[in-house]
């Protein structure tokens, strides 16, 4: 089993930074691919930003030129940077890992999530 837990959400203003981290910890073997969701509420989960292993990354339009997502390997943790602020960007950010376990079988895995909230 793999655990993935978020942290560094919170309340800013518009604007303002905010640094969100994601520890993956069980039997994993590696680490494909990591990434940010968001869910806003009435709203469907969309992509933020993803990395992968070799260092490829994709992030959504809107955030482009904002945040920034980065990993550590050696601690199977993701983070995502998010500068300018912008209350469209208050949601739940979710961590997402797909991950090739200790039996070599690819999984994808979803953290609890970690609230976002701008005020403008």
């Known amino acids: 089993q793999v655990h993935l837990v978020e942290s560094g959400g919170g309340l800013v203003q518009a604007g303002e930074s905010l640094r969100l981290s994601c520890v993956a910890s069980?039997?994993?073997?590696?680490?494909?691919?990591m990434g940010w969701y968001r869910q806003a509420p009435g709203k469907q989960r969309e992509l933020v930003a993803t990395?992968?292993?070799?260092?490829?990354?994709n992030y959504k339009d809107s955030v482009k030129g904002r945040f920034t997502i980065s990993r550590d390997n050696a601690k199977n943790t993701v983070y995502l940077q998010m500068n300018s602020l912008k209350p469209e960007d208050t949601a739940v950010y979710i961590c997402?890992?797909?991950?090739?376990?200790?039996?070599?079988?690819?999984?994808?895995?979803w953290g609890q999530g970690t609230q976002v909230t701008v005020s403008s």
């Open positions: 997402n890992a797909v991950v090739l376990s200790v039996n070599m079988v690819y999984s994808p895995y």
């Open positions: 069980g039997s994993i073997f590696s680490i494909n691919t």
């Open positions: 990395a992968t292993d070799g260092g490829s990354t």
